[in-house]
């Protein structure tokens, strides 16, 4: 019966079902049947395959939300920050401080002032590779970005992170100009989300090479200075125009840290940092291989200091004389001065070099040099000893006594009412009212001319011969001459007791050597503005005739004695003609020599500012010194000529010009002229008062308790031949020891033939 059994065939899906419900399983499959009355099960759950792209898709999505976000967020900010700046249609490029540029005669720069240090500079003025170094080193994409470069700012997030490079910063060369113009240095977020916005409005404003030329001109560079033209004058003695390739990398070098990297301070490192930017300027194409060699094997070099030089001493004196001039100064202006560059140069290093060598040995600490051409320029003007020390400017600002300095103006009264340089005068003591004026050796030689007692500095004849014409007309004469200090009237001021200044003592002088027109001493000639403009050009002024022409030369007669004879014989001016006077005031506390030729007048001053005394410094010592040594070389090659001669005569001189002149009409045809008339004489002369008509004097004395009163009256001393006495110094009551006197010397008048006395030389 099971054989005859009929088996259907199984196809596709049962086979399937029986491999799948039993033929691989132990258990017993159910029935068709009891299969299809069981309700179906759920098919177990299958886990689904993770998809690459899904997870880029929400990295993408989320990253896209984020900076929708953070732009949002970054906008807000730069809403919030933004609304704390100045209006945009208010914002403007602040105002650069003015310069101003003071030049000498000769076009040299001189000194700066202002709060920049220097003057701005256009960028077309500056060689190429100059501008270039910056950009190489500082902000390589300045010509592609808007003001924030978001590549430069990953780039240093990404050097700094990894320490590669150093240390570096975002900011762009515009970023770091708006910092400079508008914001503080201070480093936070609020700071820098305004630098940016700054940057993106100048960006908008200026033009790339207008930026470029704002930002040269407005960063710092260390020691004052503001500006590259400021830096380059300050670094390297020259203008930014005249900038060597190395140079220029050492300026561009120092914005990294201008205090550390001055190449005056740290060459090192400042030559370290310059051989970064040319290689930096060779990478980006801005100079060729040749070039970067070059100036890595010749690198820059500071120059020597120039900011501590006495011509800071000028520059300070014009800018108090440009008040003045043009009142206030609201832009760069450039100042032509009378100074000659040459002369101060030689002033400073006369004074400084005598003081260095034997200032210690005479007890002298400062000084002051002023000299100044006839007219009333000033050539050189030295206000002390070392300018970075003391700024002070003794020249225009000291008040000092000049001592016998001031003799000058007391003759030339005396001249003026009647007297001649052969005028005779009694040196001998005099007691005014307790006051006894001595000579420095405390010797009197009896009868005396004006011109000896002038040359050997007789304080008893000068004495006299103030009381005599009265001290208010001395002091008149002295102001008129060009003195503008106070001067006291009384009988002292014949031995230079009023104080002076060196600029006015010295400009008082100068009618000497002009022939009688009183000048007004200038430092300015012409001021411009940097684009050109006249502001100010002096003209020609002066005070007009103070002394009459006879006694311009009889006061020249005289004071060339001064260094012939008498106390300033160590005064060498070969080949010219000079005159002058010593002076040294009570106990040897300043000492003076005002000398002049045709060409120069020339003062100097020594002496401590705490009106100390020296060690015995005197008129005609070292003042002598540094006036020999200054204008030795500064009349060097100028065309010689004489002082101003007048037509008097003294009276040796007549006796023996009026047969010469009756010669000379022989052989020139003029035999049978009448002889020409003798020149014009002064005025007869009154007598001198005497000192002892206390009534004529007594308004003059001066008090109890001046400086000048000596010790009582040592008694009369015999009276001796000038000839044998050895010049004394003029010093009223120095009580010092008087020198001893020198034997065996020729007298003073044959030491010089006729023809040297009647035409000067020797």
Request: glycine share 10%; hydrophobic share 40%.
């Amino acid at each position: 019966m099971a054989r005859g059994k009929r088996q259907e065939p199984r196809f596709g899906d049962e086979i399937d079902d029986e491999i799948d419900d039993g033929a691989l399983r132990a258990e017993k499959r159910p029935s068709p049947r009891s299969r299809a009355a069981a309700p179906e099960e759920p098919p177990e759950p299958v886990e689904p395959k993770r998809r690459t792209g899904s997870m880029i898709g929400a990295l993408f999505y989320w990253g896209f939300t984020l900076s929708i976000w953070g732009v949002v967020g970054a906008g807000a900010l730069a809403v919030y920050y933004g609304s704390q700046l100045p209006p945009i249609d208010q914002l403007a490029v602040p105002k650069r401080p003015p310069n101003i540029a003071i030049m000498g005669a000769d076009g040299e720069l001189l000194a700066n002032r202002g709060d920049t240090g220097g003057a701005a500079i256009r960028i077309s003025d500056l060689p190429p590779y100059l501008p270039k170094a910056f950009i190489a080193i500082e902000d390589r994409r300045f010509y592609f970005h808007w003001g924030v470069d978001p590549q430069g700012i990953a780039r240093a997030l990404l050097r700094n992170v990894t320490g590669h490079g150093g240390m570096q910063g975002g900011s762009t060369l515009t970023q770091q100009l708006a910092k400079n113009l508008f914001l503080t240095q201070e480093r936070t977020i609020s700071r820098k989300i305004q630098e940016a916005i700054l940057a993106l409005w100048l960006e908008h404003k200026y033009s790339k090479d207008q930026i470029l030329e704002l930002y040269l001109n407005r960063v710092y560079f260390g020691s004052g200075a503001y500006g590259v033209e400021a830096a380059s004058e300050r670094y390297f003695g020259h203008s930014a125009k005249t900038a060597t390739l190395a140079e220029s990398a050492v300026l561009a070098g120092l914005m990294k840290a201008p205090s550390k990297l001055a190449p005056d301070r740290n060459p090192e490192g400042a030559s370290e940092r310059a051989a970064q930017v040319i290689t930096a300027m060779a990478q980006e194409g801005h100079i060729s291989e040749a070039m970067a060699k070059a100036a890595l094997a010749h690198p820059a070099h500071a120059a020597k200091e120039q900011g501590a030089g006495s011509a800071n001493y000028a520059a300070d004196y014009v800018m108090d004389m440009l008040d003045d001039t043009i009142g206030a100064i609201d832009q760069d202006i450039v100042v032509t001065t009378t100074i000659d560059p040459r002369l101060q140069a030689v002033a400073e290093g006369a004074l400084k070099e005598e003081l260095d060598k034997k200032g210690a040995k005479y007890g002298v600490s400062q000084g002051a040099i002023v000299s100044i051409d006839p007219n009333g320029a000033i050539r050189a003007l030295v206000g002390g000893r070392d300018y970075s020390e003391s700024q002070f400017n003794r020249a225009v600002s000291a008040r000092r006594q000049p001592g016998s300095a001031f003799k000058p103006f007391v003759y030339l009264a005396g001249l003026e009412h009647g007297m001649t340089p052969d005028s005779v005068r009694e040196d001998a003591p005099l007691n005014i009212k307790g006051w006894t004026p001595e000579n420095y050796s405390h010797e009197y030689f009896g009868p005396v001319t004006l011109t000896k007692a002038l040359a050997l500095s007789l304080n008893t004849v000068a004495v006299r011969v103030g009381v005599e014409v009265g001290p208010k007309a001395v002091v008149k004469t002295a102001h008129r001459l060009g003195i503008q200090s106070d001067l006291q009237p009384n009988a002292s001021i014949a031995l230079g007791t009023s104080e002076v200044t060196p600029l006015e003592l010295v400009a008082a002088y100068a009618p000497l050597a002009n022939g009688g027109i009183g000048v007004q001493p200038h430092i300015i000639t012409r001021v411009k503005t940097a684009s050109g403009k006249t502001l100010y050009q002096r003209k020609g002024s002066a005070f007009g005739r103070v002394i009459e022409p006879q006694y311009v030369a009889m006061m020249n007669t005289m004071m060339q004695e001064t260094l012939l004879t008498g106390t300033a014989r160590k005064a060498s001016l070969p080949g010219w003609q000079a005159a002058g006077k010593t002076g040294t005031s009570q106990d040897f506390r300043d000492a003076w020599f005002v000398g002049y030729t045709s060409r120069l007048v020339t003062g100097v001053w020594l002496g401590n500012d705490d009106n100390s005394p020296t060690k015995k410094a005197s008129g005609g010592n070292l003042p002598v010194e540094i006036w020999s040594r200054y204008m030795t070389i500064a009349l060097r090659g100028a065309p010689v000529a004489g002082l101003p001669s007048g037509s008097w005569r003294s009276e040796a001189e007549e006796i023996v010009a009026k047969p010469l002149d009756e010669l000379i009409g022989i052989f020139t045809g003029g035999e049978n002229q009448p002889a020409p008339a003798p020149p014009p004489k002064p005025q007869k002369q009154a007598p001198p008062r005497p000192i002892q008509d206390r009534a004529a004097v007594e308004e003059t004395w001066p008090q109890e308790d001046t400086a000048t009163i000596s010790p009582p009256p040592r008694g009369r001393a015999s009276p001796r031949e000038i000839e044998d006495l050895l010049p004394p110094e003029d010093i009223p009551n120095a009580g010092a020891v008087p020198p001893p006197n020198p034997r065996g010397r020729r007298p003073a008048a044959q030491e010089r033939n006729i023809l040297e006395q009647l035409f000067g030389g020797g």
